[in-house]
Structure formats: structure tokens, C-alpha cells
């Protein structure tokens, strides 16, 4: 039997797309005294000399810090209450729920937010954003026998985050589930195109590519506040000769705002198709009484 595909899916990167700042900036680095320059550049050596993904060379770089304090995932978690955003987070996930018509609602149109994000899972797990959050998808750590964090459990790479596009798409949320199995197009419960992904930058590229590919819809946000203007050009160079994406927008989510106005009417359009669809499947099986 068909999945009804009724289901909106806004999908966030985190860093620089719903906080101004980097998780580990943000909280990590000053509850540990850890000095930023010296941490990155640590990671910089480990990928530039001794072979590392980045990814996996800053988790290693994390656990090297915190050896000596040795957090558990939940106080990792109790940071994550410490995370800032950009203006209109939180609250914009309650508000834009509103903006669904009856009309959607009745034929069974539903909104959720998701991310996916190459930071810490556990940060963004104890964050005033989680309430809203369908799924969190971030890097992990496995504990040790003493509760404390000792090996990455957990790696998402920018590449990586493709996959997690395809696990919404399948309605395969559980990592445990086989990704790679195959779910004919009508048995997803999110099509592509019932999809949106925000993101900020070149680490997007892979997630804008396959929204592309498949008719999904994409966002590249910038900071108003980049004063260097580095955050808008990484955005527009997306729009432009490389046509990546088609839209770009200051990340300001308060309700009026160009992003807001911007992703309200992607959620409408795709709402609005949703019930025309809906409305001509019932019509479609829909058999006419016999005329004499």
C-alpha cells in the first residue's frame, strides 16, 4: 500500500546555518578552558600531517582536550543548554506550524524539522531547539566502563550528511536500518520533493546536489552580521555560476523576515500541491454510479 506522503520536511544544517557561532565555540571550549586558536589548529595538523578526516581529527582533538575531565554524553547534553542562535529561534518552529490551512490539514498535511549537522548530537540533544525536532542527526561518542566519553560512536562528514537525506526520505530513522535498501518511490513517506534543506556554505554542496537531483528545494543562508562578507559570498557563489540552489537569504527566522517569507511559501507551494494530489487520487478511484 502507497505511503500517503503528506509529510513536509524541513532539514537544518546546525553551524553557521541556525547558530551564528560554532557549537564548540559557543559552549565546549569555554566550560573546559580550551583555547580555540590551539584546538583548530591541533586539528589542522592532524588532517594536513597524519592522514585525519576532519571530522574525525576534531572528535579526536576533543577527547584529547578532555581527557582529564572526561565528560559523560549527559553532561555534554547540560551544556548544550548554553547554545545561541540566530534571531527567531526557537520560536519560529511553533509559528510556522501555523501557516498550514485548514484545508491542510484536513487532508493530512504535517510539518517536521529535522538536522543534520557534523557537531556533537549530544550539544544540539540538551539545546532549546530539540522540543521542536522530529530527529537529530551529529557525531556521537560511546562512553567508557566509568561513564566518560572514549571513542567516536558517531561520524558525520559533510559527505556523509547525503545519507541522512535518504533515511528521512525512507522514513529509515533508526541508524540500525539499512539505508541502502530499496523502497519503491511510493512507499517513502517523504518524497524528495516534499522536502527543504537550509544550509550555509561548501560543506552543503553534497545535501543542495542530491535536493537538486531529486526535486527537493534548497536554502543557502548567510549572517547579516559578517562584517567581512565571507558568510554572504559563500552563499551567493552557490546561486550563481554553479547554480546549486536557487534562493538565498539572511538567516534571521523572526516571522516577516526575507528567510521566513522564503520558507513559508516553499512549505505552502509544497502544501498546497500535496492537496491537489490528494484530491485527484480520490477522484481517480473514485467509481461513478451506473446512469440508466
Known amino acids: ?16 546555518t541556525l547558530s551564528p557561532t560554532y557549537m564548540q565555540d559557543d559552549v565546549l571550549f569555554p566550560r573546559f578552558g580550551i583555547n580555540p586558536a590551539e584546538f583548530w589548529k591541533r586539528c589542522k595538523n592532524l588532517v594536513e600531517n597524519e592522514g585525519y578526516e576532519s571530522e574525525l581529527a576534531y572528535l579526536k582533538a576533543i577527547l584529547d582536550y578532555l581527557e582529564m575531565d572526561g565528560p559523560s554524553n549527559a553532561e555534554l547534553e547540560e551544556l548544550g543548554k548554553g547554545l545561541t542562535f540566530f534571531p527567531g529561534l526557537p520560536e519560529m518552529f511553533t509559528e510556522i506550524d501555523s501557516i498550514l490551512t485548514d484545508e491542510h490539514r484536513a487532508i493530512g498535511v504535517t510539518l517536521e524539522h529535522y538536522i543534520v549537522s557534523s557537531g556533537l548530537k549530544a550539544l544540539i540533544d540538551g539545546s532549546d531547539l530539540n522540543p521542536h525536532l522530529k530527529q537529530v542527526f551529529g557525531c556521537e561518542f560511546a562512553e567508557d566502563s ?24 525512507k522514513g529509515m530513522l533508526d541508524p540500525n536500518d539499512d539505508v541502502n535498501d530499496h ?7 517523504i518524497p524528495f520533493p516534499n522536502m527543504i534543506y537550509l544550509g550555509d556554505g561548501p560543506t552543503d554542496v553534497p545535501c543542495f546536489t542530491v535536493m537538486k537531483r531529486f526535486g527537493g528545494h534548497s536554502i543557502a543562508v548567510y549572517n547579516p552580521d559578517d562584517t567581512t562578507r565571507g558568510s554572504f ?18 538567516a534571521d527566522y523572526r516571522a516577516g523576515s ?32 451506473p446512469t440508466h
Open 146 to 169: 566509568s561513564g566518560r566519553i572514549a571513542f567516536p560512536r558517531r561520524v558525520i562528514s559533510h559527505t556523509a550528511k547525503t545519507q541522512y537525506l535518504f533515511r528521512i526520505n
Open 183 to 189: 523502497v519503491e518511490d511510493e512507499l517513502r513517506p
Open 233 to 250: 559570498r559563500k552563499a551567493f557563489q552557490l546561486s550563481g555560476s554553479a547554480g546549486r540552489i536557487k534562493y538565498i537569504a539572511p
Open 1 to 16: 500500500m502507497a505511503s500517503p506522503q503528506t509529510t513536509i520536511a524541513v532539514v537544518y544544517d546546525y553551524d553557521q
Open 258 to 289: 526575507h528567510l521566513r517569507l522564503v520558507l513559508e511559501e516553499m512549505i505552502l507551494g509544497i502544501a498546497t500541491r500535496i492537496v491537489a494530489n490528494r484530491k485527484q487520487e480520490l477522484l481517480d478511484g473514485t467509481t461513478s454510479a
